[in-house]
């Protein structure tokens, strides 16, 4: 009875793996610059799980839009009495090398920063002290959970957007 109970199990079997496959996961998109390239002046998120879809940057007379879909799903981390759930990034090229920045905190479902605060004086790093995006350049932009210090509330981040810095 043994054999005829087998052959059951593995026809079974054989039908489940037909009706429900399991397809190869789909690969993380390719990110526009080879992060293993990247000089981080901030914590190295290269490996964070992309969790967060940066579907667009934006940038008016006032304000940097950053709008991505985990804005209002990182939680919040009290950090000397500030609630902060994120860090905006900025990929800037010099001499041919990519350099990684982040330039500000995020609060929890902040997606817009004033667009003064993607400059040196935010950054806080070397070679970028005194650095300003410049109209017509190209930039990339990324946001992730908190990554400027030691401080941490996800290891997350978004994809990385190339955006041309406008007048």
């Known amino acids: ?20 496959p399991n397809p190869e996961p789909e690969p993380e998109p390719e990110e526009p610059i080879p992060l293993d390239q990247v000089t981080w002046l901030h914590t190295n998120v290269k490996d ?14 006032s304000f940097i839009h ?11 981390k009290n950090i000397n009495g500030t609630e902060l759930a994120g860090n905006p990034w900025i990929f800037i090229q ?44 190209t930039y990339g932009f990324m946001v992730s959970g908190l990554a400027r210090d030691g401080n941490r509330n996800v290891k997350e981040r978004s994809n990385i957007v190339m955006f041309e810095w406008p007048n």
């Open 1 to 20: 009875m043994s054999w005829f109970s087998d052959f059951w199990k593995e026809l079974w079997k054989k039908i489940w793996e037909k009706i429900n």
């Open 48 to 61: 964070w799980a992309v969790t967060s879809e940066l579907r667009s940057v934006n940038v008016d007379s």
């Open 66 to 76: 950053l709008d991505h879909s985990k804005a209002a799903e990182w939680p919040g």
């Open 94 to 137: 010099k001499d041919g090398q990519w350099y990684a920045a982040t330039w500000e905190w995020l609060r929890p479902g902040q997606t817009r920063k004033n667009r003064s605060a993607v400059n040196g004086d935010h950054i806080k790093q070397n070679p970028f002290w005194d650095w300003s995006p410049v109209a017509g350049e």
